[in-house]
């Protein structure tokens, strides 16, 4: 069982190089399931830990847990990125990009020669994050899958109530199943 300890970023880009990445498991839910909830994200996502890459810190007893992420299927072709979280006291270290990069290359790996594109929909203040990364916006129209669209119309009704001040972005990115 993994567990999420206290530290701090100095520790962490020291001990960058000892991160380890590994597939989530059901022990994992309730670890994905609070952290979720407590940043007011959505808690769907914690009942597909299979999906997961979770990103730790081995150590003797409990590893510590930094954070994690997952892709899973639409279709055939498109996949969705989600539940991306990284502990706060180890933001800003480059963890987040690094989970993302080990979930794309894993997809990668799997879309054995054919090209796909990966999907998410974010808040607008995570855009440059996701820019970065080789994301990018696209518009609201049927060239992207029903359930995004969805998730953008169910998403943006809540983001008026609750941060009105935001708006719900879907992204995309392709992914060349032959390319590094
Ligand atoms: C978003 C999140 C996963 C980023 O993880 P992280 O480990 O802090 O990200 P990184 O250190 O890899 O950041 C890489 C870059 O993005 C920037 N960045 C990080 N979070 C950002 C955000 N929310 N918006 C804009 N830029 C951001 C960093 O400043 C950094 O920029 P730099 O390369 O120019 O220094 C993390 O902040 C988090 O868990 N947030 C709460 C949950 C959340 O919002 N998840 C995303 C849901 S769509």
Redesign the pocket.
Known sequence: MTLHQNDNRCLIKEKWKDIQYRQGKWQDFSVIFSALWR?K?NITGAFSPQYFVIAYLPKDELDVLL?F?QIKPINERARKL???????E??????????VGQLLSREKARLSGVDGEIY????S??????N?LGFTSVSIDSSIPFSMRLEHYLGSALTKLIEPNEKVLVMRKCLQANSE
């Open positions: 940043e994200m954070g992420g989600a539940s991306l979280y990284v502990y706060p180890y933001r800003n270290c480059g963890i987040g990009s690094a989970i998410l929909t974010c808040l203040r995570s855009e440059l994050f996701y970065k």
